[in-house]
């Protein structure tokens, strides 16, 4: 299946035809990358996915499904309880900007984080909703392309007003394939909050998605080579992917231009900075990494999304909570208006 040409990267013999510098230390590898000049790359020479995934394992890969999977994550400091949220003054923003920044407190190389999670408080549903660091960049690389190139996502909000205040309105949003001739994905965002009242603080926990049955999406996972089910890392977990994160910041959009900021002001869902946009995109097109169990003769290749994630969030703790994971307007602009493209 053949990307779209918004969504191509570099591959690894383009990479390696960069000015390539070798790397044999974490410490100080966020700077490096940070540094990168579009014409140069790094090969990195130390792992990024923790040694203990390795264990028993077949290859790389492998290590990496284990560590996207089972690695650490930032369970957010959220209110527990209907009635405690209710009491909550926080936004979920201030919550993440107060739990990221114990990164700021660690040693870039200890930093083993690939998500973070944050649990339902009202209703039935106590499934943990875990968000991949890697997939919010990618997801608003999905929003980028939308609002630029295919006319926006569709958002079409259902809900009464008496539902929506206590359990959040329903959103069917149809999200752009990265894939050249496939259709648009559609899904159904769940427990939205959209009503500026005091429920919404409950409401916005429960955030989640439902791909319609007939058009469901398999998550490919890059060049790990294996396939994710949506939602599918265990019974009691819900991961965001993607696609639910581009619906999710359309569904943002489609309000602030009624003039409700709810959705934005309760999002569980952080909004990335211009920079570590930038960031990620040399982590897809300017870094390779050693694997020794490649049979090639130098052994190196790009990135798994685990090491992604990682490097994702040694970027958070070396440069802030503010810096990376907070869209400033009036310092980054639009965030359908970051720039994707690979730069020669």
Known sequence: MEKKSFFKERTKSEITDLRVRDVFASRGLVDGISALSPQEALAVKVPVTPLNFFKNVADGAEASRKCYKHGDEIILSQPRTQGEAYMCREIPLAIRARDFS????????DIDYVAYSFRPVQGRDTEKRRVPFVWLLEGARIFAYAENMASGIKVEPYADSVRARREGSDVVVAVPSRTK??????????????????????????LRSQFNSENSIAHSTYNIRYTFDQGAEGSDVFTFYPHDIA????????????????PLEMSPIALPSRMMADFYMKLCNNVLIYDGFLTSKDKMRKLHIDEKSILIARAIGKYGHDATMFADGARDGKLKDYNWTVRN
């Not at 114990?102 to 190389?109: A, G, H, P, S, V």
């Not at 619906?247 to 409700?260: C, D, P, R, S, V």
Request: glycine residues 4%; without cysteine; aromatic residues 10%.
């Open 102 to 109: 114990r990164l700021t407190t660690m040693r870039e190389e």
């Open 247 to 262: 619906g999710y910041y359309a569904t943002i959009n489609h309000y602030l231009k009624q003039h409700n900021p709810t």
């Open 181 to 206: 001739r496939k259709s648009r994905y559609k899904m159904k965002l769940e427990h939205v909050a959209t009503e500026g009242v005091t429920e919404r603080r409950a409401v916005a926990w429960s």
